[in-house]
C-alpha cells in the first residue's frame, strides 16, 4: 500500500509537475488479480483498485492498518467500473454490474471481489474511511439511485450526476459518494468550482478514450494547479483545493468525500471570474 501525507497550500505552490503528481495523482488502479490501494493521510482515506480476472481476490490487511483485518475500523464503498462480478461479503453474495455500488460497513472480515467473465473483467473502485460505527452493507444499482441532470450544452458541461453513499441515500459514517458522467461534446465538470474544508475529496476518472487527457484543476481557488490525468486514474484533493477538469474528450467520474458531514450540498463556490 502506497502512502501519501497530507501537505498544506504553502508547499503545494513550490511544487514542479512531477512533485504534484507523486503527491495527489494516483496512477495505478488496477492490475489484474490485485488490490491496489494508496492511503492519505487527508481524512485517511484509503483510495483503490481491484481487479480479479483469473481468480476472486481477496481485501488483504496490511500492516500499515494495525488491526486484525481491513474493516475492523474503516468502512468500505465500491463502485464497479468494469464487467459484472460478484462480491462476497462474510459469505454473502453481492452481484454488481457496471455502475453498480456496494457500502461494506465496519466490522465485515472477509471480503472477496470476483469476475464474471475473464475477458471482460470486474473493475472496482475503492474507497475507504475510518468509522465510529457499523452501518448495513447494502448494494445500490445505478438505476435505483438519487441522479440529477446538470450543466449545459453551452457551457460545454452537460452532465448526469448520480449519488449513492450520501445522507439521502446509503447511510455512512463519512463517506460520500456517487458519479458523474458527461455527454458527448461535453469536456467540463465541476465549474464553478468550490471546495469544501471539511471533507477531502478524491476522483477517479473512467470511460476516457486511452488516446485522451483530462486537464484536473486543483490548489486553492487563486493559486490553481493542473495534473494531466489518463483514464483509471486519480487524485487526492485535499480539503482547501478545488477540484474540477476539462477533457480533450468526453468522459465519466466518481466522486468520493470523508470528513466533517456526510451531506453532499455543503460546497463553498468560487465564481469563475475569481480563479487565477
Ligand atoms: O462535492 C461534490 C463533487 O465535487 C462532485 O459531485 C461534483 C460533480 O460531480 C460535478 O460537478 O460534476
Ligand atoms: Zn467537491
Known sequence: MQVRYAIGPNETRRLDTNDLRENFLIETLFVADTVQLCYSHFDRVIVGGAKPVDTSIELPTYSELKSDYFLERRELGVINVGGAGTIQVDGQAYELGKLDCLYIGRGRRHIMFGSQNAND????????????????????????????????????????IYRYIHRDGLPSCQLVMGLTILQPGSVWNTMPAHVHDRRMEAYFYFDLDPAHRIVHLMGQPTETRHLLVANHQAVLSPPWSIHSGCG???????????????????MDMTAIADLR
Open 121 to 160: 473483467p470486474a473493475l472496482y473502485y475503492l474507497l475507504s474511511a475510518p468509522a465510529h460505527t457499523s452501518y448495513p452493507t447494502q448494494k445500490a444499482a445505478q438505476q435505483d439511485v438519487f441522479s440529477a441532470p446538470m450543466g449545459s450544452k453551452e457551457g460545454a458541461n452537460e452532465r448526469v
Open 248 to 266: 480533450t474528450t468526453n468522459y465519466s467520474f466518481i466522486w468520493g468525500m470523508a470528513g466533517e458531514n456526510t451531506d453532499y450540498a455543503d
